[in-house]
């Protein structure tokens, strides 16, 4: 998908691994921006390479995760994940994870972008829910609820602010049926 210098591709391992340099400017970024996505200050940009390395580059390589990246005009401005490892009795579900756009491209319609790719290629999987969780209050909630997400519920002190350590924040459980992939 492109659109206006924007560009939205899915990766394999060894693509991930050609832009793991704007990968990881990308997850810093967005962790020194707020983003609750895991992660506490201080956070640095080898902890978001290791990130990268260690746990999803394996995961796209073993057919567990998916991933894409938005690109405007070459640089990486935002990234999307869809887990579909899940257990023998959940084939039909899949779990969006770290919806991340830079700071310097929000407002911008990429995020949607972004998930709708995760959105179709979990169709092509025959995946007829997708789940996922966020911040409770935070900016993606409205979002994902304008894109027929439905909150299931909250969990008080679920996670540390990422910026403030002495703080918990809650987070949003919420979900999505899709259509068969085969209606």
């Known amino acids: 998908m492109s659109s206006a210098n924007l560009e939205v591709t899915q990766l394999t391992a060894d693509s991930a691994a050609a832009h793991l340099t704007g990968l990881t400017e990308l997850l810093h970024a967005c962790v020194l921006g707020g983003a609750s996505v895991s992660f506490v200050l201080p956070y640095s940009s080898d ?96 979002l994902y609820t304008s894109m027929g997400y439905v909150t299931v519920g909250q969990i008080p002190g679920f996670s540390r602010d990422p910026h403030d350590p002495s703080k918990v924040d809650g987070t949003t459980i919420m979900y999505k049926q899709m259509r068969s992939a085969n209606v």
Not at 58 to 86: F, M, N
Not at 102 to 108: A, C, E, G, T
């Open 47 to 142: 902890d978001a390479q290791v990130f990268w390395q260690a746990k999803v580059l394996p995961a796209v390589a073993g057919g567990k995760l998916a991933l894409w990246v938005a690109r405007q005009d070459g640089r990486i401005a935002g990234s999307v994940q869809l887990d579909i490892d899940t257990p023998p009795n959940q084939p039909h579900r899949a779990e969006v994870r770290k919806l991340l756009v830079h700071p310097d491209f929000r407002r911008r319609g990429i995020a949607r972008l972004l998930l709708r790719e995760a959105e179709a290629y979990a169709q092509q999987c025959g995946r007829t829910l997708i789940t996922l969780d966020t911040r409770s209050g935070d900016s993606a909630e409205p």
